[in-house]
Each structure stands twice: as structure tokens, then as C-alpha cells.
């Protein structure tokens, strides 16, 4: 069974560009999460959907960041227009059961450098 | 809300036995985690254990809970040089979505 994956592995950018990161979870599994570490800090978590819905965006840091799950398959994380202290790995995860379920798998993550 | 600490570093001897500690601040039921880390890789669920029980062996990993003073221990025996990584604790009350977790432990074992 393929696990989480993400794409790209790494992106750079310059600061005010544009960035779309992609998360394929594992098959089946209606949840699904973003977290973000930031270099030496927690790793923090973003938003979770349920399917194509929004369950908890109680994380996302500002509407510069922008997630969707057309479908309830894969999502995608945007951030418009990105700034330095977006750098870090972002991180998806999925699982599945009710209330998200108690165990999450994570992909490789994300490493998005902001120059 | 919920913090999750851990030391940030430890440096064993290849065939040494390693203990990496966390402890947490949420009094409600919880399930807690140990993350591994490889370099350049994602995050890989080691094991878990819910908040009513007090230790968990699965091969060489043995997860010990204090409750009472909400402290988490991860033993590693017969510490390998595979295992050099970081060390996550984390922990999720049941019914929520969020994992809370440290900062991180860089385990670094040396031949």
C-alpha cells in the first residue's frame, strides 16, 4: 500500500511569488492534514479536512495560505504571495476513522526556502 | 493550551541502551506518540500508547508513562547507528484532530 506523498520535495522561491504544494494521502483514508515546522520550532499544526471539507483551519497562520481538497482526494496548499518567514517543511498526513482517527501517517514533507 | 517538551539532543554509544523523555501538559485522556525522523525523510510513526496505560514494548522500543507527573520515555535497546535521527513526541486527546508535538530529540549514535 503507497503511503503519503508530496510534491514537490523542495521549492525555492523568491519572496512574493507564488507556491502550490500537493498531497496524495494514502487511499481511503478521509482525512487529512497539514502541519508546518518552522526551522528549530514545533511542529505546528495547519488545518484538517474530512473529506473535500474543512474541519479545522484553526491553524493556518493568514490568508496568504490557501488549502483545498476538490474531490476529497488529493490537496493542495498555496501560498500567495510568499514571504520569508513561510520557509520551512510543511508536512501532510492522513488517516482514517471517525474523529480523525488516533493514528496519522506523514509523507516526506515539503522544504520551501523563501529567498 | 497543551506543550509537549523534550531535551534537544543525545549521544550514545552503538549497543548502548538510549532513553529520549518528554513530558506533556494536557490532564485530560490522550494518546502519545514517538515520531522518528531520518535525515531527508518524513516523519515515521514508531508507537503510540493511550494515557491508561503504563508501558508498551514492541522489539527493541520500550514506552514507559508516569501519569501522575505526565512524563513519556522512549528506551531504544541495543542502540544501532540506524537509529541516529530525531525523536518526536506528540500527543492527541482522543476525539480531537490536532497532534501536539516537541521539539524534537537528535538522537546521534556513534560506532
Redesign the interface.
Known amino acids: 500500500e503507497a503511503g503519503?506523498t508530496?510534491f514537490p520535495s523542495h521549492s525555492v522561491i523568491e519572496k512574493g511569488q507564488t507556491v502550490t504544494l500537493r498531497c496524495d494521502p494514502i487511499s481511503g483514508h478521509d482525512?487529512l492534514?497539514w502541519?508546518r515546522r518552522v526551522m528549530?520550532?514545533?511542529?505546528?499544526?495547519l488545518l484538517?479536512f474530512v473529506k473535500e471539507s474543512k474541519?479545522?483551519e484553526s491553524?493556518m497562520p493568514n490568508n496568504r495560505f490557501l488549502a483545498e481538497r476538490t474531490g476529497g482526494t488529493y490537496s493542495t496548499l498555496k501560498v500567495q504571495p510568499a514571504e520569508l518567514e513561510d520557509s520551512g517543511v510543511y508536512?501532510c498526513?492522513s488517516s482514517s476513522g471517525l474523529?480523525?482517527g488516533?493514528?496519522?501517517?506523514?509523507?516526506?514533507?515539503t522544504r520551501l526556502t523563501v529567498l | 493550551g497543551e506543550d509537549v517538551e523534550q531535551s534537544l539532543f543525545l549521544s550514545v554509544r552503538e549497543g548502548d541502551s538510549s532513553v529520549i523523555n518528554c513530558t506533556y501538559t494536557d490532564s485530560s485522556s490522550t494518546y502519545l506518540y514517538w515520531y522518528k525522523q531520518e535525515p531527508g525523510a518524513g516523519l515515521q510513526l514508531l508507537t503510540y500508547i493511550f494515557s491508561n496505560m503504563d508501558m508498551k514494548q514492541d522489539q527493541r522500543l520500550t514506552v514507559l508513562l508516569n501519569k501522575k507527573d505526565k512524563h513519556l520515555s522512549l528506551r531504544i535497546a541495543d542502540t544501532q547507528t540506524g537509529d541516529s535521527a530525531i525523536y518526536f513526541c506528540a500527543e492527541k486527546p482522543p476525539g480531537y484532530s490536532t497532534l501536539t508535538f516537541g521539539k524534537g530529540t537528535m538522537l546521534l549514535v556513534s560506532p
Open positions: 503519503v508530496q482525512n492534514y502541519y528549530g520550532k514545533e511542529i505546528k499544526f484538517h474541519q479545522d491553524g508536512f498526513a474523529a480523525g488516533p493514528l496519522q501517517f506523514f509523507g516526506p514533507g
